[in-house]
């Protein structure tokens, strides 16, 4: 018997430069495996919207999403401690006891999410691009980056000092800004307190955040 040959030539199967599907207007988040963390690991969470979704930064939009996050911000193993929001995502550093809890937590609180931008804005269907990505922190000098990234977000976009606390934000209820205390101001609190070490204490060695910094300049 003759072993016959493998065909060489290109033909329809096999792999190929610039095969496959083409990313639509939307693209999806790859869905790599997330960082594995403990109980005393905060996660640095991004949520993305769909392009066709308004800015979520306008008023309106910015209560409703407070009002929402204040029914969701603590559920036992699962904590939303800080929040930005800016015009086509919002960052989120939380805490869970394990990657079911922030799962768990973080599906309760981006159908929470989605609901209340579809109602500001009288639409309907999905409105997040795809899961969230989630980053786990677990030195404190990586949760006092996260920290400076998220509650100052909006200096880094406008790319200038901006020098107030971004209204958008949970800025206003963190006690970290040097030579500032926060501004406790009306009766709603939209965030949990931080109950792990490397949150409360450990990201305070590297030094208190200061207003007029620009995260990444």
């Given at each position: 018997?003759?072993?016959?040959?493998?065909?060489?030539?290109?033909g329809?199967?096999?792999?190929?430069?610039?095969?496959?599907?083409?990313?639509?207007?939307?693209?999806?988040?790859?869905?790599?495996?997330?960082?594995?963390?403990?109980?005393?690991?905060?996660?640095?969470?991004?949520?993305?919207?769909?392009?066709?979704?308004?800015?979520?930064?306008?008023?309106?939009?910015?209560?409703?999403?407070?009002?929402?996050?204040?029914?969701?911000?603590?559920?036992?193993?699962?904590?939303?401690?800080?929040?930005?929001?800016q015009?086509?995502?919002?960052?989120?550093?939380?805490?869970?006891?394990?990657?079911?809890?922030?799962?768990?937590?973080?599906k309760?609180?981006?159908?929470?999410?989605?609901?209340?931008?579809?109602?500001?804005?009288?639409?309907?269907?999905?409105?997040?691009v795809?899961?969230?990505?989630?980053?786990?922190?677990?030195?404190?000098?990586?949760?006092?980056?996260?920290?400076?990234?998220?509650?100052?977000?909006?200096?880094?976009?406008?790319?200038?000092?901006?020098n107030?606390l971004?209204?958008?934000?949970?800025?206003?209820?963190?006690?970290?800004?040097?030579?500032?205390?926060?501004?406790?101001?009306?009766?709603?609190?939209?965030v949990a307190?931080?109950?792990?070490?490397?949150?409360?204490?450990?990201?305070?060695?590297?030094?208190?955040?200061?207003?007029?910094?620009?995260?990444?300049?």
């Open positions: 018997m003759r072993q016959v040959g493998f065909k060489t030539t290109v329809w199967g096999g792999w190929r430069p610039g095969a496959g599907r083409k990313p639509g207007p939307n693209p999806r988040i790859r869905h790599a495996p997330r960082d594995a963390f403990g109980r005393n690991h905060p996660s640095h969470v991004t949520l993305k919207v769909r392009s066709d979704v308004p800015s979520l930064r306008i008023r309106k939009c910015v209560m409703e999403l407070e009002r929402r996050f204040a029914t969701a911000s603590e559920r036992g193993d699962f904590r939303l401690v800080h929040y930005s929001i015009s086509n995502h919002v960052h989120m550093i939380v805490e869970a006891t394990g990657p079911e809890a922030l799962g768990r937590g973080m309760s609180l981006a159908a929470r999410f989605a609901r209340a931008v579809n109602r500001v804005f009288q639409r309907k269907g999905s409105v997040l795809d899961r969230f990505h989630s980053r786990a922190l677990k030195t404190p000098r990586e949760v006092r980056n996260a920290l400076r990234y998220v509650l100052l977000n909006t200096q880094k976009h406008a790319k200038k000092a901006l107030r971004d209204p958008a934000s949970s800025a206003r209820w963190f006690d970290g800004w040097k030579g500032r205390r926060p501004e406790l101001t009306g009766p709603l609190v939209a307190q931080a109950h792990t070490w490397l949150l409360t204490k450990g990201w305070r060695r590297h030094g208190l955040l200061q207003l007029e910094s620009i995260p990444g300049g």
